[in-house]
């Protein structure tokens, strides 16, 4: 059972949107210090909703810097590669994780309050420590437990009963979650990190919240990034900040004081700064909503989608439901234009596997209308059921 279960998991998540092709893009570029600014810049502006979420986010006070950033390429000089990298990749996770089912005794916006407080609180500890980078650790923390999601997602109230074990019992929501499923929530933030080719640093401390941590003399930079997300997980439990549905907290949070640059009272005074610091950055998270960071261009050019449909009858039923859902419509070989902003292609003939790549590359999902047919046995039938159609679109295009 334990296997079907991994199954079911790992293919919910490759069924998940890939991150855009301008964020990994620019993930990849970070890295290189030889690349130009101004290359990352032309990355950037070529993703406009993305240029918009950069300069917003870089003005607001979750940086609290004194003078405003008006373009990308001033952005990048002021947050550098790394800065700008964990912005785009932090909001497009975020994008991408929305739950499906609701859970009544842990509501998801307690799960990312308690994720924002780690964030917060990693973030705060990395600076002091001046080891590691601290937007990194930031990012780190908000998407820590974000495998939590996929099991809501799959499991719903049976996850859910692990939060009434986790609270009555000894045994960690970790340990429950990997007898029920055969994974936890961070083996299965892992795999969403695979998914979407989050670097491995990042991976790592997503992948090891739980684990140990090491002996203080084999320390290295990226230890450092793991402890300050671990220690930020038990403050964020301590202040009582959103809730994670694993109430305990381990005694290797003082793992991380052994230095001069973090000690005890440094950890303390970071606990009482927390409830402040969690208020700028849900003004990070409004900001990494899809529909609230849309800018008004954005809102008066409604999403696109190209249709590669055989018959002419069908294509227009297809096209008259998409419209009437708020699409609209682009030709294939226009949709390259660059003020469209193409969804989706919608096929049920093959296409040239130059365009798949070039798709892939942009980020746009090819949605397989013979696989709706073969569900709602369409198949050769002269006539389309409507309801059938609107709820596959609904639930392939949710994310856009
Ligand atoms: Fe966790
Ligand atoms: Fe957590």
């Known amino acids: 059972m334990a ?16 991150l855009p092709a301008a964020v990994e893009k620019v993930i990849r570029m970070a890295d290189n210090p030889e690349v130009d600014p101004n290359e990352m810049a032309i990355i950037i502006h070529n993703d406009s909703s993305l240029t918009a979420r950069i300069l917003r986010v870089a003005n607001s ?56 407080a780690v964030a917060s609180a990693a973030r705060m500890m990395t600076a002091r420590t001046g080891l590691s980078e601290p937007e990194e650790a930031f990012v780190a923390g908000l998407l820590h437990d974000m495998g939590k999601l996929v099991l809501m997602n799959n499991f719903g109230e049976e996850w859910e009963l692990l939060l009434e074990i986790d609270r009555a019992q000894e045994k960690r929501l970790y340990q429950l979650e990997k007898e029920a499923f055969g994974m936890d929530h961070a083996e299965v933030g892992f795999v969403l990190c695979e998914h979407w080719n989050i670097p491995a640093k990042m991976s790592r401390i997503i992948a090891e919240h739980h684990l140990p941590p090491k002996r203080k003399q084999t320390v290295g930079e990226e230890d450092v990034l793991c402890y300050a997300v671990q220690a930020g997980n038990s403050m964020a439990k301590i202040a009582q900040i959103g809730s994670s549905g694993d109430s305990h907290v381990e005694g290797t949070l003082l793992e991380i004081v052994d230095s001069e640059k973090l000690t005890k009272e440094g950890l303390r005074q970071i606990l009482l700064a927390l409830p402040e610091e969690v208020s700028k950055t849900e003004a990070f998270l409004k900001m990494g909503s899809a529909k609230e960071t849309l800018t008004q261009e954005e809102k008066t050019k409604p999403p696109a989608i190209a249709l590669i449909v055989e018959d002419d009858g069908e294509r227009e039923i297809l096209a008259m439901s998409l419209l009437s859902m708020g699409y609209s419509l682009v030709n294939f070989q226009r949709s390259h234009d660059g003020d469209t902003r193409l969804v989706a292609v919608i096929a049920d003939k093959s296409i040239s596997p ?22 709602s046995h369409t198949e050769g039938k002269a006539s389309m059921h409507i309801p059938s159609l609107r709820s596959w679109l609904k639930s392939k295009l949710a994310h856009y």
Do not use: C, Y
């Open 61 to 116: 006070s979750f940086f609290g810097l004194s003078r405003t950033v008006g373009t990308v390429s001033q952005a990048i000089m002021i947050l550098g590669f790394q800065g700008v990298k964990n912005l785009a990749l932090g909001m497009s996770v975020l994008d991408r994780l929305q739950p499906r089912q609701r859970t009544s005794s842990l509501p998801i916006e307690d799960i990312w309050r308690h994720s924002m």
């Open 354 to 375: 130059s365009s798949i790549e070039e798709l892939e590359q942009r980020g746009v999902p090819v949605l397989d209308l013979l696989e709706w047919k073969k569900e």
């Open 3 to 18: 296997a079907e279960r991994i199954d079911q998991i790992i293919e919910n998540v490759r069924s998940l949107p890939p």
